[in-house]
């Protein structure tokens, strides 16, 4: 009884991250460490501005050139943007977001290239960036408003574009389980501790979702032009 279990339980972890797990192992035993050198740039990135921000010099530069507060006028918000995705937050250990930026965008380079990993993480960040104005501007009385207060504070860093490439990525490599559990577990993050961060997660979550949709739609009708093109009929998926 027990070994069939287990043999179900490899089975179901083979189907899930079988196909990922594949093209990582392909990607690092071809290119070893040149498998990700745009995520080994990120990870030194963030190291190097949270070394500069905890000094009593390089605070107020990390501030002006990549934090971002709904209160900031939305030019200059979104010039810091792609540079907010490396600004890990005071408060929490810069470790887990190393962590965060090694495993997770290490993977999403490895398995959809640097100028995807890049487009779908500044485009997760920036949802969370422009939710927290639009949701400022409801105010609290609506379902998806913020109180007037969250316009100071810091957005996410790096955390939303993990959450956005971590959920593209599953969807990409049918990881549906996978999927469905970081959704589920930004949710009850929302669900637990109500605030800014676990908002924009959810936003980055919906912006994820639409350029999942868009990629397939873009799939779909390239397999149609193929099949058309060749005289046979289209492909069906």
């Known amino acids: 009884m027990r070994s069939t279990a287990t043999g179900r339980a490899a089975r179901a972890a083979r189907a899930e991250w079988g196909p990922l797990y594949a093209a990582v192992r392909a990607g690092v035993a071809e290119r070893r460490w040149r498998a990700a050198p745009m995520t080994l740039a990120a990870v030194c990135l963030t190291a190097l501005l949270q070394f500069t921000q905890n000094q009593p010099w390089g605070y107020q530069f990390v501030q002006n050139i990549g934090s971002v507060r709904a209160e900031d006028p939305l030019p200059p918000a979104l010039l810091r943007t792609p540079l907010s995705l490396f600004v890990p937050a005071l408060d929490l250990p810069v470790w887990g977001a190393l962590a965060q930026i090694l495993l997770v965008f290490g993977i999403a380079e490895i398995c959809i ?112 032009r193929v099949g058309s093109g060749s005289g046979l009929p289209p492909i069906r998926s």
Not at 131 to 141: L, N, Q, T
Not at 169 to 183: D, E, H, K, Q, S
Request: a positive charge.
């Open 113 to 224: 290239g640097w100028w995807r990993t890049l487009v779908v993480g500044y485009v997760a960040t920036l949802a969370g960036t422009l939710y927290a104005r639009v949701g400022i501007e409801w105010g609290p009385g609506s379902p998806l408003g913020l109180p007037a207060s969250d316009a100071q504070v810091v957005d996410t860093g790096p955390s939303a574009a993990v959450v956005g490439l971590a959920v593209y990525v599953c969807w990409r490599y049918r990881a549906w389980f996978t999927a469905g559990l970081v959704i589920a577990v930004m949710a009850g993050e929302v669900l637990v501790k109500d605030n800014l961060a676990g908002r924009e997660h959810l936003a980055a979550i919906a912006a994820a979702l639409v350029l999942c949709a868009c990629s397939a739609v873009l799939q779909r009708r390239g397999r149609e």
